[in-house]
C-alpha cells in the first residue's frame, strides 16, 4: 500500500526521504517519488517500478531542498506509470496521498470545466488542483487545506508542500494512517513508525479527521472540526533492527523461524504458566452472555478465523457467524445487540475489515480486535484488545502474524467455555498444556526445512495445484493455497478434501500435485480415503502427516513431509509450517520477488 514521507530539515532531505521509501518498500508499491522546495521552486522526480530506478533519477537529477514529501504508490486509479506517480503537483503546490477519493470524477469534471489542466489519471491529482485553487486565491495554506478538506469523500493520508511557504508541510489523515515524528529541530511525516525509525522514536499518530502543520519547531494539530487539539506522544518501540533481515535470505524466511519464539511469547501474555490457567486482560462485559460471535477478516486472518471457528463453536458452544469482511458490509448482516464482533487483522488498517468494525459498532455490538500492530485504528477502536506479539511482519506474505492470531484465538475460545462453566479446571489444564506445547512443536516442524525445499522442485514447474484437508485442517488447506498464489504465481485451490467428489475431482491428472494435510486423528482415516480418490484417479499426491500417518498412508505418494505427533488443538499452528515453507521454497525455485509479490500490498487500506 503507498507510503508516505515528509521531512521540514536542517538540512538536504532527499537521501532521508529515499531511505524512509526503502523502509516502506515491504507495504507494496509499484512506483515512486519525492518533491523539494529548491530555490523558490518545487522540485519534482519520479520513477516507475523499484526505487532503484528513482535513485538513478535522483543521481542525474538531484533535489536538494531542506523540505519534502516522498511517496511510494500502489496503484489503483492508473498504470503504475512516472506520470501517475506522486507527488502530483501545480506550480504552487505538491502532495503525496495514500487511500481512494471516491468522488473525484465531479471534482476532476468540474475543475477540467475550468480550464485546469491534469496530467494524470489518479484520484489524487484532483485533491493538488483543489488546494492549489485556493493558494490561488491568495489563502493561507492552512485556510487552503480547512477549504479543501471536508470536499473529499473516501479514504486519505496527505502529505502536502507549497512553493511559497518553504517552511512548512501540511499532512491530513481520514481512514489511512499517519504518524507525526519529533525530532531535534526537524520535523516528519510518515505512514507510519517504521518509516521514520531511525529519524525519532517520538511519535504522535494524527486521529481520524485530524490534519497538522509541521515546521522545523514543532507540529499543531487540529480535528475534523478545526479546533487546535493535542494528541499523545509517546515512544515510538519501531527500530530500524527490527526490521533487518538478518542472515535470512528473505523476510518470509526470517518469520516463519520466528514462529516458535513469537507463538511463545503470544501465548505467555494469555496463559498462567503457574496453574496452567488462560488470562485474559480485563473488560467490562459479560463474556457468558455473548449469544453469538460475528468473525470479519481479510485475506490469511479470515483463514484462522475459520479455524476459531471450530475452537469457539466446540469449546464454548457459541455459534460463530463468518464473513469476508468487503462482503459482510453489503448483505446487511442481522446484528443482535450486545452480540461479540471480532475483528482479525496484522495490520489493524485493512480498509474492509475496519469498515466493517465501524459497522458492527454503529449496530450495538462488542468489538473484539486481535491485531498485531497494537497502534493501529482497529486497536484503538476496541473494547476487548487481544494484540498478537508476532513483532514486525514486513514479508507481504502472512505467516508468523497467522500463528499468532491461532494462539490467540484458541486461548480466548478456552476462555470463555471455562467462563460459562462448559470446561473444567482439568480440562483447562490440559488445553493451556498443550498449547504450551505449539513452540517446541513449530521448532520440530521447522527441522524438516530440507525436505520440504527438495520437495519445491516437483511443485514448481506445476501450472495447478491443489491442497485438502478436513475439519480445523480445511482453513489450512486455503491459507497454503493462498500462500502459493501469493508468492510463487501458480494458481492454487484449497478445498475440504470431502468436497472434491463434488467437482473438483474432475481437474486430477497427473500434472496436478495434491497437497494432503492429515494429522493422525479422529478425521485422519476419512481424509485418507479422499486422497485414495484422488490417487485412484491417477493425482500426485503430497502427503502432510505425522509419522503413525506416513506409516498407514504414506506409500505411493509422490512425496511425504514428516510432523511431529500433536495434539489436534495445535495441529492448525504446527501444520502452518510446511504449508509455508513449501510456498516459500517453491517461490525461491521460479525466482520471484519472494516479499514484494507483484501487485500486492502488506496492508490494504483501500476498499
Ligand atoms: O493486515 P490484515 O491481516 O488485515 O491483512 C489481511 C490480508 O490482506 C492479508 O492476510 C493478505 O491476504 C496476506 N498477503 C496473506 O498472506
Not at 485556510?143 to 502536502?160: K, N, S, T
Not at 477502536?381 to 491461532?406: M, R, Y
Not at 482439568?426 to 506445547?437: D, I, Y
Request: aromatic share 6%.
Amino acid at each position: 500500500m503507498c507510503g508516505i514521507i515528509g521531512i521540514v530539515g536542517d538540512a538536504p532531505v532527499a537521501d532521508r526521504l529515499v531511505d524512509g521509501l526503502k523502509r516502506m518498500e515491504y507495504r507494496g508499491y509499484d512506483s515512486s517519488g519525492i518533491c523539494t522546495i529548491v530555490d523558490g521552486q518545487l522540485v519534482r522526480r519520479r520513477a516507475e517500478g523499484k526505487l532503484a530506478n528513482l535513485v538513478e533519477v535522483l543521481k542525474h537529477d538531484p533535489a536538494d531542498g531542506l523540505i519534502g514529501i516522498a511517496h511510494t504508490r500502489w496503484a489503483t486509479h492508473g498504470a503504475p506509470t512516472s506520470s501517475n506517480a506522486h507527488p502530483h503537483a501545480t506550480e504552487e503546490v505538491a502532495l503525496v496521498h495514500n487511500g481512494i477519493i471516491e468522488n473525484f470524477r465531479p471534482l476532476r469534471e468540474q475543475m477540467a470545466g475550468e480550464g485546469r489542466n491534469f496530467e494524470s489519471q489518479t484520484d489524487t491529482e484532483v485533491v493538488v488542483h483543489l488546494v492549489s485553487r485556493e493558494v490561488e486565491k491568495g489563502r493561507s495554506p492552512q485556510e487552503a487545506v480547512r477549504e479543501v478538506l471536508p470536499q473529499l469523500r473516501g479514504a486519505f493520508a496527505l502529505a502536502i508542500a507549497f512553493k511559497s511557504h518553504p517552511d512548512i508541510l501540511i499532512g491530513a489523515r481520514l481512514g489511512s494512517p499517519l504518524v507525526v515524528g519529533y525530532g531535534e529541530g526537524e520535523m516528519f511525516l510518515g505512514s507510519d513508525a517504521l518509516a521514520l525509525a531511525p529519524l525519532t522514536q517520538k511519535i504522535a499518530y494524527l486521529e481520524e479527521g485530524d490534519w497538522v502543520v509541521l515546521t522545523k519547531s514543532g507540529a499543531t494539530i487540529y480535528d475534523a472540526e478545526n479546533n487546535e487539539v493535542t494528541r499523545e506522544v509517546q515512544a515510538s518501540g519501531a527500530t530500524a533492527a527490527a526490521i533487518e533481515k538478518g542472515n535470512y535470505r528473505h523476510y518470509m524466511q526470517k518469520e516463519i523461524y520466528e514462529q516458535p519464539t513469537v507463538v511463545a511469547q503470544t501465548l505467555g501474555s494469555y496463559l498462567r504458566r503457574e496453574d496452567n490457567s488462560v488470562a485474559l486482560p480485563q473488560f467490562d462485559f459479560d463474556l457468558t452472555a455473548i449469544k453469538r460471535i460475528t468473525i470479519v477478516a481479510c485475506g490469511t486472518s479470515y483463514y484462522a478465523a475459520m479455524v476459531a471457528k471450530y475452537w469457539f463453536e466446540q469449546f464454548a458452544r457459541v455459534p460463530v457467524d463468518l464473513d469476508f469482511a468487503s462482503e459482510f458490509r453489503y448483505r446487511d448482516p442481522v446484528l443482535e445487540d450486545g452480540g461479540l464482533a471480532l475483528f482479525i487483522s496484522q495490520s489493524g488498517e485493512t480498509a474492509d475489515t475496519l469498515a466493517a468494525l465501524r459497522h458492527c459498532k454503529e449496530n450495538g455490538q462488542i468489538i473484539g480486535v486481535v491485531v498485531n500492530v497494537p497502534t493501529s485504528s482497529m486497536a484503538r477502536e476496541a473494547d476487548l484488545l487481544l494484540p498478537t506479539h508476532a513483532g514486525p511482519e514486513i514479508g507481504v506474505a502472512s505467516t508468523k502474524a497467522f500463528t499468532c492470531q491461532l494462539a490467540v484465538l484458541a486461548a480466548l475460545a478456552a476462555h470463555m467455555a471455562v467462563k460459562k462453566g462448559l470446561m473444567s479446571r482439568e480440562e483447562e489444564q490440559e488445553v493451556v498444556k498443550h498449547l504450551l506445547e505449539a513452540p517446541a512443536a513449530l521448532n520440530a516442524a521447522l527441522d524438516h526445512d530440507d525436505d520440504i525445499a527438495a520437495m519445491a522442485h516437483l511443485i514448481a514447474p506445476a501450472r495447478d495445484v491443489l491442497y485438502l484437508g478436513r475439519g480445523q485442517d480445511y482453513p489450512l488447506a486455503m491459507e497454503g493455497a493462498l500462500k502459493l498464489k501469493e508468492i510463487s504465481y501458480i494458481h492454487a485451490e484449497g478445498y475440504a478434501s470431502g468436497e472434491m467428489k463434488h467437482g473438483p475431482i474432475a481437474l486430477i491428472d497427473e500434472a496436478v500435485p495434491v497437497i494432503v494435510l492429515a494429522p493422525s486423528g479422529p478425521l485422519f482415516e476419512k481424509t485418507v480415503s479422499n486422497m485414495e480418490e484422488v490417487r485412484a484417479r491417477g493425482g500426485q499426491v503430497v502427503l502432510i502427516s505425522d509419522a503413525e500417518g506416513l506409516a498407514l498412508a504414506g506409500e505411493g505418494c509422490i512425496a511425504t513431509i514428516e510432523m511431529p505427533n500433536v495434539h489436534p488443538l495445535i495441529a492448525p499452528l504446527v501444520y502452518s509450517v510446511p504449508v509455508q515453507l513449501l510456498a516459500y521454497h517453491t517461490a525461491c525455485v521460479k525466482g520471484t520477488d519472494v516479499d514484494q509479490p507483484r501487485n500486492l500490498a502488506k496492508s490494504v487500506t483501500v476498499e
